[in-house]
């Protein structure tokens, strides 16, 4: 068991990363919306290729990397993926809302269809191996039934359907009120034990 020094950083240290996501998707959002002049473009990659310097400087092996590995929260840590607010959870269902903000942007006012997929796959993944062994996503199969729209709350539901040996089959909806956005069905393969 970690003492307790080691945990406080651990829930920090998490805090922290959770902070400079959310940082990290208003930049995306506000440049995404933006109508910048050439000096605010000259400016930001000044200051942007300065950060990654910086972090590239601290760069980890992707064995040792923390990002899409923080489990306090609720993205994991992945920039690209909008944050899920778990409503309810348990082994083998999960609900709660979603947000897309103008970097997931299509075309009038919705969702871009590759956006709402990563999503998709993020949280069906996360699903399919919550109380079990790793697995790897086979198929993503996502049916777009009407716009998801950007800058607003969306309900989302991802469940199992089925496990049979190492196949596990799982099922998820958007909805927007009750108009349906998007539902998608996933095979994901638990990996063989060594």
Not at 110 to 137: D, M, P, Q, S
Not at 163 to 186: I, M, N, P, W, Y
Request: glycine residues 6%.
């Amino acid at each position: 068991m970690p003492d307790q020094t080691t945990a406080t950083s651990n829930v920090d240290t998490a805090r922290r990363h959770g902070r400079t996501s959310d940082a990290l998707r208003r930049l995306l959002d506000a440049v995404t919306a933006a109508s910048a002049d050439d000096q605010l473009l000259d400016e930001a990659e000044a200051a942007l290729t300065a950060l990654a310097v910086r972090f590239e400087q601290d760069a980890a092996s992707i064995a040792d990397q923390v990002v899409g590995r923080i489990d306090a929260l609720d993205d994991r840590g992945q920039f690209l993926v909008p944050v899920f607010n778990r409503r309810s959870e348990t082994d083998d269902r999960v609900s709660g809302t979603v947000r897309f903000g103008r970097f997931h942007h299509g075309l009038d006012g919705t969702v871009h269809g590759g956006a709402l997929a990563l999503f998709l796959e993020e949280i069906l993944g996360t699903l399919a191996v919550r109380a079990r062994t790793t697995a790897r996503t086979a198929f993503l199969h996502v049916d777009y039934r009407s716009g998801t729209p950007i800058d607003r709350d969306l309900n989302v539901e991802a469940w199992y359907e089925l496990e049979d040996g190492r196949k596990r089959f799982l099922r998820a909806s958007v909805h927007d009120g009750e108009t349906l956005c998007a539902e998608a069905q996933a095979l994901c393969v638990a990996l063989r034990q060594t």
